[in-house]
C-alpha cells in the first residue's frame, strides 16, 4: 500500500473519520507531520459531543472512502487514547506515549532507541504512572414522540336572524268629491281583490374550504446537565526529606 503524502491527507481536514466497522469517531481537526522527514504521521480527530476532545491517531493504514476517512482502529480504542494537547506540535514524550498505546514502536529518524530515553528518565529509581477518568459525552437521535393531524365531522346548530318583506292590506277612507258622485242614490254590490306577496327564506348548504392544517419540524436546542463521578489515580510520597523539582521545596508532595 503507498503511504498517504502530505498534499493528500491535507485535503483530509475537516472530513469525517470512521473506523473499520463504519462508526462515526469525529471530525478531522488536523494533519501532523514528521519534523524529520516532512511525511504525514497523526491524525488529530475532535471528539464528544461539542468536538472539544481531540484525539490522536496514527495516520498509517488509514484511507479515503467516498467523503470520510477509514482509520485502522476502532472507535472505542481511538476515544482512550492518552490525552495529549493539540498545540499544532507533539513532544518527543507524548510522541512516545501515542506510540506504546498503539502498540507501535517509536525510533525518531537519527536517533537510536538509547536516545528517545531522556536523562530525567533515566537517573530515576522509582516511577509511577497516575491515571485519572476523563468523561466522554457524544449524542444520539432517538424518537421523542409523534404528532398527528386528524380531522372529523361535528354538527352543530346554527341560528341566524333573516330580514324578509311582506305586504300588508291597509284600509284607507277619503271623501268622495265631486268627480266621484257618479251612480250616487243608486246601491250596487261589487268586490275588488288586491294580492299580497311575502319574501319567504330558503335555506341551502354548501361545503366551502376554510384553512390548510399542516404540521412544521422545527428544532430548539436545549442545554441537558451531565454530572457524572470519575475517579483519579494520587501519588504521594512517604519518607524523608522530599524535593519537589516542580515547586522547589521540600515535604510530602502529592
Given at each position: 500500500?503507498?503511504?498517504?503524502?502530505?498534499?493528500?491527507?491535507?485535503?483530509?481536514?475537516?472530513?469525517?473519520?470512521?473506523?473499520?466497522?463504519?462508526?462515526?469517531?469525529?471530525?478531522?481537526?488536523?494533519?501532523?507531520?514528521?519534523?524529520?522527514?516532512?511525511?504525514?504521521?497523526w491524525?488529530?480527530?475532535?471528539?464528544g459531543?461539542?468536538?472539544?476532545?481531540?484525539?490522536?491517531?496514527p495516520?498509517?493504514?488509514?484511507?479515503?472512502?467516498?467523503?470520510?476517512?477509514?482509520?485502522?482502529?476502532?472507535?472505542?480504542?481511538?476515544?482512550?487514547?492518552?490525552?495529549?494537547?493539540?498545540?499544532g506540535?507533539l513532544?518527543?514524550?507524548?510522541?512516545?506515549?501515542?506510540?506504546?498505546?498503539?502498540?507501535?514502536?517509536?525510533?525518531?529518524?537519527?536517533?537510536?532507541?538509547a536516545?528517545?530515553?531522556?536523562?530525567?528518565?533515566?537517573?530515576?529509581?522509582?516511577?509511577l504512572?497516575?491515571?485519572?477518568?476523563?468523561?466522554?459525552?457524544?449524542?444520539?437521535?432517538?424518537?421523542?414522540?409523534?404528532?398527528?393531524?386528524?380531522?372529523?365531522?361535528?354538527?352543530?346548530?346554527?341560528?341566524?336572524?333573516?330580514?324578509?318583506?311582506?305586504?300588508?292590506?291597509?284600509?284607507?277612507?277619503?271623501?268622495?268629491?265631486?268627480?266621484?258622485?257618479?251612480?250616487?242614490?243608486?246601491?250596487?254590490?261589487?268586490?275588488?281583490?288586491?294580492v299580497?306577496?311575502?319574501?319567504?327564506?330558503?335555506?341551502?348548504?354548501?361545503?366551502?374550504?376554510?384553512?390548510?392544517v399542516?404540521?412544521?419540524?422545527?428544532?430548539?436546542?436545549?442545554?441537558?446537565?451531565v454530572?457524572?463521578?470519575?475517579?483519579?489515580?494520587?501519588?504521594?510520597?512517604?519518607?524523608?526529606?522530599?524535593?519537589?523539582?516542580?515547586?522547589?521545596?521540600?515535604?510530602?508532595?502529592r
Amino acid at each position: 500500500m503507498s503511504k498517504n503524502t502530505t498534499e493528500q491527507t491535507t485535503d483530509w481536514i475537516k472530513r469525517t473519520a470512521v473506523d473499520s466497522a463504519g462508526d462515526k469517531v469525529g471530525t478531522i481537526s488536523d494533519v501532523y507531520v514528521d519534523d524529520e522527514t516532512g511525511t504525514p504521521d497523526w491524525l488529530a480527530i475532535s471528539t464528544g459531543m461539542f468536538g472539544t476532545k481531540v484525539s490522536f491517531v496514527p495516520i498509517e493504514g488509514a484511507r479515503l472512502s467516498g467523503d470520510d476517512v477509514i482509520v485502522a482502529f476502532d472507535k472505542a480504542k481511538i476515544k482512550d487514547a492518552p490525552n495529549t494537547e493539540a498545540d499544532g506540535q507533539l513532544s518527543m514524550e507524548e510522541e512516545q506515549t501515542l506510540y506504546a498505546y498503539y502498540g507501535r514502536g517509536y525510533e525518531p529518524v537519527g536517533r537510536t532507541t538509547a536516545d528517545t530515553i531522556s536523562s530525567d528518565t533515566t537517573a530515576r529509581d522509582a516511577s509511577l504512572v497516575r491515571s485519572e477518568e476523563e468523561v466522554s459525552v457524544d449524542k444520539h437521535t432517538q424518537e421523542a414522540g409523534r404528532v398527528r393531524l386528524r380531522k372529523w365531522v361535528e354538527t352543530e346548530n346554527v341560528q341566524l336572524t333573516v330580514p324578509v318583506e311582506k305586504q300588508v292590506a291597509r284600509v284607507v277612507r277619503e271623501p268622495v268629491t265631486d268627480g266621484d258622485s257618479a251612480g250616487v242614490g243608486e246601491f250596487v254590490e261589487g268586490e275588488e281583490e288586491v294580492v299580497l306577496s311575502e319574501e319567504v327564506v330558503d335555506v341551502s348548504k354548501q361545503v366551502v374550504a376554510k384553512e390548510r392544517v399542516g404540521i412544521e419540524k422545527d428544532t430548539v436546542t436545549e442545554q441537558v446537565p451531565v454530572n457524572e463521578t470519575v475517579r483519579k489515580e494520587r501519588v504521594e510520597v512517604e519518607g524523608g526529606d522530599v524535593l519537589d523539582a516542580g515547586q522547589g521545596n521540600t515535604g510530602r508532595q502529592r
